[in-house]
């Protein structure tokens, strides 16, 4: 594997991170 692959997988392992807890964030203070 070249390091782009290594980068852009560590991208959407950030992505997915920070979606996962902005969404648990946004559930636990109930803002409609």
């Known amino acids: 594997m070249h ?3 290594k980068e852009t997988i560590v ?5 997915a991170a ?3 807890v902005s969404l648990l964030t946004r559930r636990d ?3 409609p």
């Not at 991208?11 to 992505?15: I, R």
């Open 18 to 20: 920070v979606v996962v």
């Open 11 to 15: 991208q959407l392992v950030t992505l």
């Open 29 to 31: 203070m109930r803002i």
């Open 3 to 5: 390091d782009d692959t």
